[in-house]
T-cell receptor, first 113, second 113 residues
Framework: GENVEQHPSTLSVQEGDSAVIKCTYS??????FPWYKQELGKRPQLIID?????GEKKDQRIAVTLNKTAKHFSLHITETQPEDSAVYFC????????????FGRGTSLIVHP | NAGVTQTPKFQVLKTGQSMTLQCAQD?????MSWYRQDPGMGLRLIHY???????DQGEVPNGYNVSRSTTEDFPLRLLSAAPSQTSVYFC????????????FGPGTRLTVL
């Protein structure tokens, strides 16, 4: 089955800095890569996603890049703010009839004011 | 729409007790899943369903049963609780399109003594 590795497990930055979280996946048939943000005590919520026919996608201060050849994808957050502090999860899945995403273990991002 | 709802929010069990975690969604989603979240382990899939009457095992199914008699409901049953089942449990649902967003419930925090 699919295996998703996520690094780092903890990331500490100063407000205004950029943050990068990296994930690798094992199944070359995976073609959909969502990112979820989970604030303390809350449920995971989708913040951005990318499909395999796209190399990069941006939404304001966040962006995701995908390298299908190397089987890795990354989340970039620019101009970090304290409210970006949360746990971020990457996931990978295949399309078709029974898409069930496999999640990475999560990155705890701490933004210091 | 209420989205994905879970009950109870908190539960304490003694070893050997049984209970059912409830999950319901009002978005007419075909796909529903149960995850457990433990520190440093990310979100691990317990069981999932691709429609009423159809269920399958995920990564960590032992000790848990599910059934799907309606599109809306997907209960998770612990037949004989063990301390290793202490965790936060999330239910999720999504439509069957390859890039459809997966929505999570608010979670149930379960402690087994």
């Amino acid at each position: 089955g699919e295996n998703v590795e996520q690094h780092p497990s903890t990331l500490s930055v100063q407000e205004g800095d950029s943050a990068v979280i990296k994930c690798t996946y094992s199944d070359s048939a995976s073609n959909y890569f969502p990112w979820y943000k989970q604030e303390l005590g809350k449920r995971p919520q989708l913040i951005i996603d990318i499909r395999s026919n796209v190399g990069e996608k941006k939404d304001q201060r966040i962006a995701v890049t995908l390298n299908k050849t190397a089987k890795h994808f990354s989340l970039h957050i620019t101009e970090t703010q304290p409210e970006d502090s949360a746990v971020y999860f990457c996931a990978a899945s295949k399309g078709g009839g029974s898409y069930i995403p496999t999640f990475g273990r999560g990155t705890s991002l701490i933004v210091h004011p | 729409n209420a989205g994905v709802t879970q009950t109870p929010k908190f539960q304490v069990l003694k070893t050997g007790q049984s209970m059912t975690l409830q999950c319901a969604q009002d978005m007419n989603h075909e796909y529903m899943s149960w995850y457990r979240q433990d520190p440093g382990m990310g979100l691990r899939l317990i069981h999932y369903s691709v429609g009423a009457g159809i269920t399958d095992q995920g990564e960590v199914p032992n000790g848990y049963n599910v059934s799907r008699s309606t599109t809306e409901d997907f209960p998770l049953r612990l037949l004989s609780a063990a301390p290793s089942q202490t965790s936060v449990y999330f239910c999720a649902s999504r439509a069957p399109g390859v890039a459809d967003t997966q929505y999570f419930g608010p979670g149930t925090r379960l402690t087994v003594l």
